[in-house]
């Protein structure tokens, strides 16, 4: 699905990661109310810690990837839908909003996912929405399985601006 190094081999699959991610039970727009969301992230953190902590990290390596893939500039500079500036101009996402709504994208799943890739119209209905508590699935299975912090880089950053090949104008 996406290239990467001849290193990187997450422990989980991408076929093992979407069905994971379809516990979250996200509707492909991915419209859902934060509060459900929250109990579904910790239910889906529940379900994986039970998982070998290889799989556990592999879902983190997974959700940094597919986040890090979508960190790309068409997807980043669209206004927030239904926000406007005093005197009408686009209210323009923030970093850490942009990155929710990435996360957004993922909750949705496998299939709004690919089709959200290449068609930044199609990004443009979760720039209002946040999904920050996907981003800290694996790192609260990998807790309640070890008793410990997670610790763990990922292979990819994930924050706002890090897919230097997304935004080329930033790093010409």
Same mark, same amino acid.
């Given at each position: 699905?996406?290239?990467?190094?001849?290193?990187?081999?997450? @422990?989980?699959?991408? %076929?093992?990661?979407?069905?994971?991610?379809? &516990?979250? $039970?996200? +509707?492909? %727009?991915? &419209?859902?109310?934060?509060? =459900?969301?929250d109990d579904a992230c910790e239910d889906l953190a529940a379900v994986l810690a039970e998982e070998p902590v290889e799989q556990i990290l592999?879902?983190?390596?997974?959700?940094?990837?597919?986040?890090?893939?979508? =960190?790309?500039?068409? #997807? *980043? /500079?669209?206004?927030? !839908? $239904?926000?406007?500036?005093? *005197?009408?101009?686009?209210?323009?996402?923030? %970093?850490? *909003?942009? !990155?929710?709504?990435? @996360? +957004?994208?993922? +909750? @949705? $799943?496998?299939? /709004?996912?690919?089709?959200?890739? *290449?068609?930044?119209?199609? #990004?443009?209905?979760?720039? =209002?929405?946040? @999904?920050? +508590?996907?981003?800290?699935i694996h790192e609260e299975a990998y807790e309640q399985a070890t008793g410990e912090q997670c610790g763990h880089v990922t292979f990819h =950053?994930?924050? /706002?601006?890090?897919?230097?090949? $997304?935004?080329? &104008?930033? #790093?010409?």
């Amino acid at each position: 699905m996406n290239p990467v190094s001849e290193q990187y081999r997450p @422990a989980m699959s991408w %076929d093992r990661f979407w069905k994971l991610v379809e &516990r979250l $039970g996200v +509707a492909e %727009d991915g &419209r859902v109310n934060c509060a =459900d969301l929250d109990d579904a992230c910790e239910d889906l953190a529940a379900v994986l810690a039970e998982e070998p902590v290889e799989q556990i990290l592999g879902f983190g390596e997974r959700i940094a990837e597919a986040l890090f893939t979508l =960190d790309r500039a068409e #997807f *980043g /500079t669209l206004p927030v !839908l $239904g926000m406007t500036e005093p *005197g009408g101009s686009p209210f323009t996402q923030s %970093d850490d *909003g942009f !990155l929710y709504s990435r @996360a +957004a994208v993922v +909750a @949705a $799943g496998r299939r /709004t996912y690919e089709s959200v890739l *290449g068609h930044p119209e199609r #990004f443009a209905p979760f720039t =209002d929405l946040h @999904a920050e +508590a996907v981003l800290y699935i694996h790192e609260e299975a990998y807790e309640q399985a070890t008793g410990e912090q997670c610790g763990h880089v990922t292979f990819h =950053d994930y924050e /706002t601006c890090s897919n230097e090949a $997304g935004w080329p &104008r930033v #790093f010409a």
